[in-house]
């Protein structure tokens, strides 16, 4: 692993701006889904910021990732929780990185196990391009390519505080 | 047994035969990974696409109503084609031996096989002769094991009693010809249960039990007195051909489960029952459906659990 680049983006200032992007285009029935893990603790922090009252929705994509049939059950799967009848909601999916896209599509499937809503958007506090998927996010913190043999990661501090990390990928 | 027939060199199942064996990391991850599955049979599609484009076969050589139907809606709700063979009034009347059974199924393109038979250790029989990356699960053989009856019956005490590390746990009745009691008690003291009591009369406990790490216990009051968990067994009938027992209604008085007796056990005891029941044999109707019960949860739970045990296996062929 090398060690952690100095010029990082700034998460929790990313998450201030995003929270403000976010508030110019809220519907009263806007819902939040955050996605495991970096992106719960985001949409937590952006509830909080918006004074959304609604309860907020989890997903782990585990069951409906693409690459089950390379690396099986790869990580420990948490539970979803999507605590409202998706039909027919504007729904905020929230995460920490954009990057192929593939973990989008896998919780946009998801999400429609659940429901059919009126309407998805995307917001992420860094967008990382590199997309394998025609997907896009509507509120975008900043865009930071990463290169492919790099991992940006978002750690969330025992006090709360989130910030990136970037390291090479480990070799599969 | 092969000590490596079920888990690789990486540590991932590759087959589920036995609980024995089976490290307690290992035993917790599939109750966690359960878990997560749990939410998912809590919701409008009940349905994920892990599976997809994969055959399970459920081979059955024994009758069962329960096991083979809640391993078919756990395999469909992975998305998985399932194929069901009652393979008992087919193939074998003709004289095809088992692995004949299966060396033709795998021609079919199986990617599982959920075995049940009647004699002991025929699943592994089969986990031998598979081509790499094709699993098999026991569904129960003989008086061998049951392992996922086990699985789901730790998951539904962790449910209801948090952990194992502080539990006193009794397994009550007919020990001698049970798979499913084999296989809970090593669950239990593999998770780490302090206190795991055998309840029955002498001719239904097998002689060498305490080397599982057991208390023998011959008088019901005194066996589940202060228990956390009561699991009781089925009266196995249909393989009572002996004289081992007098009759059903004096084994009722002796160990079936009445209010009276479950009295002894800790008031918020649980109780639970792989099934089917013998109702007036084994457990007494008020306590079946009494609210102690977790019956039922248990068939439940059983789903998810072998959408684990699927899900995991399946996964665990694309490492190599």
Redesign the interface.
């Given at each position: 692993m090398s060690a952690p680049r100095a010029n990082l983006p700034d998460a929790e200032a990313l998450v201030s701006a995003l929270a403000a992007m976010i508030n110019a285009d809220l519907a009263p029935d806007t819902m939040l889904v955050g996605i495991h893990t970096g992106g719960v603790w985001l949409a937590e922090r952006l509830q909080q910021l918006l004074g959304v009252n609604t309860p907020l929705g989890t997903l782990d994509i585990t069951f409906y990732r693409d690459d089950f049939d390379e690396r099986g059950l790869h990580r420990d799967a948490k539970r979803s929780a999507i605590p409202f009848d998706v039909a027919g909601k504007d729904i905020i999916l929230v995460d920490d990185v954009l990057y192929t896209g593939r973990t989008i599509r896998a919780a946009m499937n998801e999400l429609f196990d659940y429901g059919r809503p009126a309407r998805i958007r995307l917001a992420v506090l860094v967008d990382r391009q590199s997309r394998e998927l025609p997907i896009g996010a509507q509120f975008v913190g900043m865009t930071f390519p990463v290169p492919d043999d790099e991992m940006l990661v978002l750690e969330r501090s025992e006090s709360g505080v989130l910030a990136f990390k970037q390291m090479k990928k480990e070799p599969r | 047994m092969q000590r490596n027939l079920q888990i690789d060199d990486e540590g991932?199942l590759q087959h589920l035969l036995t609980i024995e064996g089976i490290p307690r990391a290992l035993l917790l991850?599939i109750l966690?990974?359960a878990?997560?599955?749990?939410?998912?049979t809590e919701?409008?599609?009940k349905?994920?696409?892990?599976l997809r484009g994969k055959s399970v076969f459920n081979i059955f050589f024994e009758p069962s109503t329960r096991t083979r139907t809640t391993f078919e809606i756990a395999a469909k709700r992975l998305s998985a084609d399932v194929i069901n063979l009652n393979v008992g009034v087919s193939s074998t009347s003709k004289g095809e031996t088992l692995l004949d059974t299966v060396a033709n199924l795998s021609a079919m393109h199986a990617d599982m096989f959920i075995v049940r038979h009647a004699t002991s250790g025929a699943p592994h029989l089969i986990a031998r002769h598979v081509a790499p990356g094709i699993h098999v699960i026991n569904a129960g053989d003989g008086r061998h094991a049951h392992p996922t009856q086990a699985l789901l019956d730790m998951y539904t005490i962790r449910h209801y009693k948090k952990n194992f590390t502080d539990l006193r746990v009794a397994v009550v009745g007919d020990l001698l010809h049970s798979r499913v009691a084999r296989s809970q008690i090593h669950a239990l003291t593999t998770l780490g249960v302090p206190e795991v009591r055998v309840v029955g009369p002498k001719t239904l406990i097998p002689r060498d039990v305490e080397t599982l790490g057991v208390q023998v216990h011959h008088d019901m009051a005194r066996g589940i007195k202060d228990c956390d968990v009561v699991m009781m067994l089925r009266l196995q009938n249909e393989r009572m051909n002996g004289a081992l027992l007098p009759s059903a209604g004096e084994y009722f008085k002796s160990y079936g489960l009445t209010p009276e007796k479950l009295a002894y056990a800790k008031h918020d005891a649980i109780v639970m029952h792989p099934g089917p029941m013998n109702r007036g044999v084994e457990i007494d109707s008020a306590v079946a459906d009494g609210k102690q019960s977790v019956i039922l949860p248990q068939v439940t739970f059983g789903i998810a659990v072998r959408m684990a045990v699927m899900?995991?296996l399946?996964?665990?062929?694309?490492?190599n």
């Open positions: - | 991932n991850k966690d990974t878990d997560s599955f749990v939410g998912v919701r409008d599609v349905k994920v696409p892990l899900s995991m399946a996964g665990s062929s694309s490492a």
